[in-house]
């Protein structure tokens, strides 16, 4: 079974300019996150879809940050314009409808730097 | 809302003893999920370890066992026979049945395994 695939792995760019993040979740799996890692922190949930909707978008800064699922599968995490503080991993983890003990499954991140 | 603590930054521990990671964690739902997980250098998010809250028995994989004690609140890591290999970043992090399957995440414990 394919993992959680995410790209690109490292992105540098420079403040006020935009960057986007992609993500293919294990096939099958209804639940996709988005997590926010600064270093030295634990990860911070985004955003959270089921299939196409949004379940959870609380915590997602919503005057820069956008986020899409459009058919239920990939999905894409874009930041414009980006500000010094963004600078994180950005991580990916899917699950299947109802589940979130073994099924939840992380990608390997992209690592963001703005400088 | 939901609030996982991992009060040890950082922790040393001599190659083929055992370690113990804390962790508590604070919830209003009845029902609840703990989780355990790795984060080495390369980022990726390795699931250690699952107890669920009514679980009778504290949850074991291998050389991870997780002492859980519903009554303090607390679900620490033991890891026995550390190797050079476990050294890395360890997350606590809890799903809530009321949280939409989400993952809240403490703070990290970075290990070290003196050889």
């Known amino acids: 079974e394919a993992g959680v695939a995410q790209s690109p792995r490292y992105k540098i760019i420079e403040k006020r300019q935009s960057v986007a993040f992609w993500c293919n979740p294990i096939?099958?799996?209804?639940?996709l996150y988005w997590y926010q890692q600064i270093l030295g922190q634990g990860p911070k949930l985004l955003i959270q879809?089921?299939?196409?909707?949004?379940?959870?978008d609380s915590q997602l800064p919503k005057d820069r940050f956008s986020a899409e699922r459009l058919k239920g599968v990939d999905s894409t995490l874009k930041i414009q314009p980006a500000k010094l503080e963004d600078s994180a991993v950005y991580l990916c983890?899917?699950?299947?409808?109802?589940?979130?003990?073994?099924?939840?499954?992380f990608g390997s991140g992209t690592r963001l730097t703005v400088v | 809302a939901q609030k996982i603590t991992q009060t040890q930054p950082g922790m040393f521990v001599q190659e083929k003893e055992a370690v113990t990671l804390d962790c508590t964690y604070d919830?209003?739902?009845?029902?609840?999920?703990l989780f355990w997980y790795k984060q080495p250098s390369s980022g990726e998010m390795i699931f250690l370890i699952y107890?669920?809250?009514?679980?009778?028995q504290n949850a074991t994989e291998g050389r991870y066992s997780l002492n859980f004690q519903k009554a303090r609140k607390s679900a620490n890591l033991v890891i026995s026979a550390s190797q050079l290999g476990d050294s890395a970043m360890y997350f606590c992090?809890?799903?809530?049945?009321?949280?939409?399957?989400?993952?809240?995440f403490g703070g990290g414990t970075r290990l070290m395994v003196k050889p």
């Open positions: 983890a899917s699950s299947p409808a109802g589940q979130g003990a073994y099924g939840y499954t």
């Open positions: 107890q669920g809250s009514y679980d009778q």
């Open positions: 879809f089921q299939n196409n909707g949004v379940v959870d």
């Open positions: 992090a809890m799903r809530g049945n009321n949280a939409g399957n989400m993952l809240t």
């Open positions: 919830t209003s739902d009845p029902s609840y999920g």
């Open positions: 096939s099958g799996h209804a639940t």
